[in-house]
């Protein structure tokens, strides 16, 4: 039997940034994967074919980028960091199936970008901190995408799958699970990153719905109505909508709720429901 391959090769990430002169910039997020037994647990989560387009965001120091070239039939990697940018464009320079951009991925216009390919797959080691708003941004632009493959800190993770009646579960949870599938990855110990981070992590898989698991008629007013009540949870739903209609009580009673019940008691059904009484009830106001 071939000697295991070592599972925490952490000298050779430290090797290399020092090669290049270079240490993890802290306001940048950055804690680059140094296991390679996790990446390749990662690219296999993606489920490629051969013939797919793929992103990876926050590409770094090439952990998974090399795995992914091999098996994508197009590669873009987006790097805000210039200086690791440019490392990846002269590293893929004889790769003209491999495309470099250095960019904030907030910015990137991905259905300009993917234009002219099928919905791609998102592999991503995304920092902490802007975890959430680049998660958001994805499922808004879900069209171009097949399916995403997040390394998250494993709080986020457990918000994304938390079920009604539970702590975790809040508007993230709704707002996520309306708009995708959240499937199991893997769990990631901090001891696979350099620097190691002060959270636990976890890979989670999450595949756009074709059809939405909940019908509503106005899917922006859904995520208003979610994320109003959930900035009061601990309240009874009729006054955390107090906000948005005058009367929140004949609104929840025509959509089949109890006033009294708190947001995080509700289900995907329930919060549609709720949305179109309401949109009902303000179009009756005009």
Same mark, same amino acid.
């Given at each position: 039997?071939?000697?295991?391959?070592?599972?925490?090769?952490?000298?050779?990430?430290?090797?290399?940034?020092?090669?290049?002169?270079?240490?993890?910039?802290?306001?940048?997020?950055?804690?680059?994967?140094?296991?390679?037994?996790?990446?390749?647990?990662?690219?296999?989560?993606?489920?490629?074919?051969?013939?797919?387009?793929?992103?990876?965001?926050?590409?770094?120091?090439?952990?998974?980028?090399?795995?992914?070239?091999?098996?994508?039939?197009?590669?873009?990697?987006?790097?805000?960091?210039?200086?690791?940018?440019?490392?990846?464009?002269?590293?893929?320079?004889?790769?003209?199936?491999?495309?470099?951009?250095?960019?904030?991925?907030?910015?990137?216009?991905?259905?300009?970008?993917?234009?002219?390919?099928?919905?791609?797959?998102?592999?991503?080691?995304?920092?902490?901190?802007?975890?959430?708003?680049?998660?958001?941004?994805?499922?808004?632009?879900?069209?171009?995408?097949?399916?995403?493959?997040?390394?998250?800190?494993?709080?986020?993770?457990?918000?994304?799958?938390?079920?009604?009646?539970?702590?975790?579960?809040?508007?993230?949870?709704?707002?996520?699970? !309306?708009?995708?599938?959240?499937?199991?990855?893997?769990?990631?110990?901090?001891?696979?990153?350099?620097?190691?981070?002060?959270?636990?992590?976890?890979?989670?898989?999450?595949?756009?719905?074709?059809?939405?698991?909940?019908?509503?008629?106005?899917?922006?007013?859904?995520?208003?109505?979610?994320?109003?009540?959930?900035?009061?949870?601990?309240?009874?739903?009729?006054?955390?909508?107090?906000?948005?209609?005058?009367?929140?009580?004949?609104?929840?009673?025509?959509?089949?709720?109890?006033? !009294?019940?708190?947001?995080?008691?509700? !289900?995907?059904?329930?919060?549609?429901?709720?949305?179109?009484?309401?949109?009902?009830?303000?179009?009756?106001?005009?």
């Amino acid at each position: 039997m071939a000697p295991r391959e070592p599972r925490r090769p952490l000298g050779k990430v430290r090797r290399e940034l020092v090669s290049i002169g270079r240490r993890p910039r802290k306001r940048l997020g950055q804690h680059f994967l140094a296991d390679p037994h996790v990446a390749r647990r990662i690219v296999e989560l993606a489920r490629l074919g051969g013939d797919d387009t793929v992103v990876e965001i926050g590409a770094g120091l090439g952990a998974l980028s090399d795995l992914l070239a091999e098996r994508a039939a197009h590669l873009w990697l987006i790097e805000l960091d210039p200086e690791l940018a440019a490392r990846l464009q002269e590293r893929y320079a004889e790769r003209a199936r491999v495309h470099v951009v250095q960019a904030d991925v907030l910015t990137v216009d991905f259905p300009a970008l993917l234009r002219g390919s099928g919905p791609a797959v998102v592999v991503a080691n995304l920092p902490y901190n802007i975890s959430t708003p680049v998660l958001i941004r994805l499922l808004e632009q879900r069209g171009c995408f097949s399916r995403l493959v997040l390394m998250l800190q494993r709080e986020v993770v457990e918000r994304l799958r938390a079920q009604p009646g539970s702590k975790a579960y809040g508007a993230l949870s709704v707002c996520v699970q !309306t708009a995708a599938q959240v499937r199991p990855g893997l769990p990631v110990g901090p001891e696979a990153f350099v620097p190691r981070p002060q959270v636990e992590s976890e890979v989670v898989v999450l595949e756009p719905h074709r059809v939405p698991p909940v019908q509503v008629v106005d899917r922006a007013l859904m995520e208003r109505v979610v994320r109003r009540v959930f900035t009061q949870r601990r309240k009874q739903l009729a006054n955390s909508l107090r906000p948005l209609c005058a009367d929140p009580s004949a609104v929840l009673r025509a959509a089949g709720i109890d006033p !009294t019940r708190r947001p995080e008691t509700l !289900t995907l059904a329930e919060f549609a429901a709720l949305s179109d009484a309401l949109g009902a009830h303000l179009a009756e106001r005009v």
